[in-house]
């Protein structure tokens, strides 16, 4: 489980910094609020990603497990 949230977590930044770097708005002058914005992004692709992926990992198991 830890993995699986390690890799999702590496996928949320990598996606992340991406459409940080590809944003065509000004950037704020503070940094403060620069880390904001990407640490809240991040947060909430990781929500979004785990939200479907840890589901359909289980509903998947499960399944296996029925059809053996």
Known sequence: ???????I????VIITTIGFLMDGDIKEPSMAMRF??????????FLAISAIYLPA???TKKLQRVRQ
């Open 57 to 59: 990992y289980s509903l």
């Open 9 to 12: 977590l590496t996928v949320s």
């Open 36 to 45: 904001s914005e990407f640490f809240g992004m991040m947060t909430m692709l």
């Open 1 to 7: 489980m830890k993995r699986k949230l390690l890799n």
